[in-house]
């Protein structure tokens, strides 16, 4: 007598139910087993395990481990890849447990038998110190950040280094690039903290280093529990693309924040050559912990950046604010641009806003434009540009918050002269009170449209002024508001 069904060992819910099998009497017998205790049914292996506990601890070793029965914990030897390790996180319905990646027993490269993307959640903290997850190509993602199955609630996770030995995602060593379209991805309802890594993307392939979808979250610079801390590094000596991308989905935008590090900086996004952060509608983007995007100039004057290594595409923005998003940096250092430091743009449901203190935006063909939306710069300096501030079209900019706008001379990107400290072209008046500037005035000028006839506003100006020669500020309809202003405690000294 033939069995019918499958005939194959199932696990449902907690239950192994062994294979069917013809008892020589006419009769179909299995056995039903009961995974007992704190052991649960392994779908994969069809096997009872035991040993993997909320808060636990799982081993994989892309070297010597094996995806076999019950792997990486409970006395076993490791598995080999962290998506049959979270397999078994799944089954267990193991909350925050901690999967120790190694190769060897050490670092390196990743990639045997692994499938991908990589699926995490759970709550896991994923402790990869020194892996380089760069091998695989043409996937979605290295990556995926979401709720793993039905029963996990959290959809959260954690990836996380070493001070000094970071994990490596996205980057492939010896001069090649990965394919993959993001190196991670943070679902709607995700949650990913990120500590100790370096993330990267290629401009071959033009992909994405980290991109968070409308719901999701990302907590930079320290792991869920805030025992790890640690700096995110984004792009390096290679050239990617984008750097941090957060999109909306279904009317809904992304969250992400820093934690506040004792020295350094949370995040550092450098060498891409499209967009270092781009925020869309309703995106909340908080950096408090002294973020740095772009490379560090050689000296603190014009002509100190190398172009060829600089962020930025050649004539957008290296950070870029659409509709109803909001930015908020702190201690910030936005630097060697070849084209926009931070531009805002509206879109069909809203304007963006953009809140700047104790930062510095140097060395950019233009350092702030708002096309749209408003912008509060307070106790900041913005120097070594072209065009220090421009607010544009329908955009409102408030620099009366003690800033220093200067040295805006328009030679950082090969200009012969010329150039702005701020620049006013949009129907609403520019409050600049309380600003030092190049010169005590400030220069001020009225110009036409194309900024090649303007006549000085003040009793006197120091620069003629006929052709946006140096000028400290020029507007075109509306005014800008100077009073109050001051001058430079160390003069502008440009090469």
């Not at 793993?148 to 994990?167: F, K, L, R």
Request: with cysteine; aromatic share 4%; glycine share 14%.
């Amino acid at each position: 007598m033939v069995c019918g069904g499958s005939g194959s060992a199932t696990c449902v819910d907690n239950t192994l139910t062994g294979a069917a099998f013809c008892d020589g009497l006419g009769d179909c017998q299995a056995g039903d087993v009961a995974c007992q205790g704190s052991s649960f049914c392994d779908a994969s292996s069809l096997a009872c395990c035991t040993g993997l506990f909320q808060s636990g601890a799982l081993g994989v070793d892309n070297g010597t481990g094996n995806d076999g029965a019950c792997c990486g914990f409970g006395g076993q030897p490791p598995c080999r890849t962290i998506t049959r390790a979270m397999q078994l996180v799944d089954a267990a319905h193991a909350q925050g447990v901690t999967i120790t990646a190694t190769i060897d027993g050490g670092s390196g490269d990743w990639g045997n038998g692994e499938i991908y993307p990589i699926l995490l959640g759970w709550s896991v903290e994923l402790s990869a110190a020194g892996i380089v997850f760069g091998v695989p190509n043409d996937k979605a993602e290295t990556f995926d950040i979401t709720h793993y199955s039905t029963n996990d609630a959290s959809g959260v996770a954690s990836i996380v280094g070493e001070a000094g030995n970071a994990v490596m995602i996205g980057i492939v060593p010896r001069a090649a690039e990965t394919s993959n379209a993001v190196a991670i991805q943070v679902e709607a309802g995700g949650t990913l903290y990120l500590a100790n890594a370096s993330v990267g993307s290629a401009q071959m392939y033009e992909t994405t280093a980290l991109m968070v979808i409308g719901g999701g979250t990302l907590v930079l610079a320290q792991d869920q529990s805030g025992a790890i801390t640690g700096p995110v590094n984004i792009g390096g000596d290679s050239h990617g693309w984008n750097g941090i991308v957060c999109v909306n989905s279904h009317g809904e935008g992304c969250t992400i924040t820093d934690a506040i590090l004792d020295a350094g900086s949370s995040l550092t996004v450098q060498g891409q050559q499209n967009l270092d952060i781009y925020a869309e509608d309703g995106a909340t983007i908080t950096l408090n912990s002294a973020p740095v995007v772009g490379i560090w100039p050689e000296a603190p004057t014009f002509g100190e950046c190398n172009l060829k290594a600089d962020t930025g595409s050649s004539d957008g923005p290296a950070i870029l604010i659409v509709g109803s998003a909001s930015l908020q940096l702190r201690n910030a250092l936005v630097q060697c641009i070849q084209g926009t430091g931070i531009e805002l743009r509206a879109s069909s449901t809203g304007a963006p806003s953009l809140d700047l203190r104790d930062s510095m935006i140097r060395n950019t063909t233009t350092g702030i434009h708002a096309e749209a939306g408003q912008v509060s710069v307070e106790d900041s300096t913005i120097m070594f540009n072209e065009i220090g501030v421009w607010q544009d079209s329908s955009g409102t900019v408030d620099l009366s918050g003690f800033n220093t706008v200067s040295c805006n001379y328009g030679l950082e990107v090969g200009q012969s002269g010329g150039g702005v400290s701020v620049l006013n072209t949009s129907s609403n008046p520019l409050d600049a009170t309380d600003v030092a500037w190049d010169t005590v005035g400030p220069d001020l000028f009225k110009c036409n449209a194309q900024l090649q006839q303007c006549a000085c506003q003040i009793a006197s100006c120091s620069e003629p002024g006929g052709s946006s020669e140096n000028m400290d500020a020029a507007y075109t309809s509306q005014p800008i508001l100077t009073t109050g202003n001051r001058g430079l405690d160390t003069p502008c000294i440009a090469n």
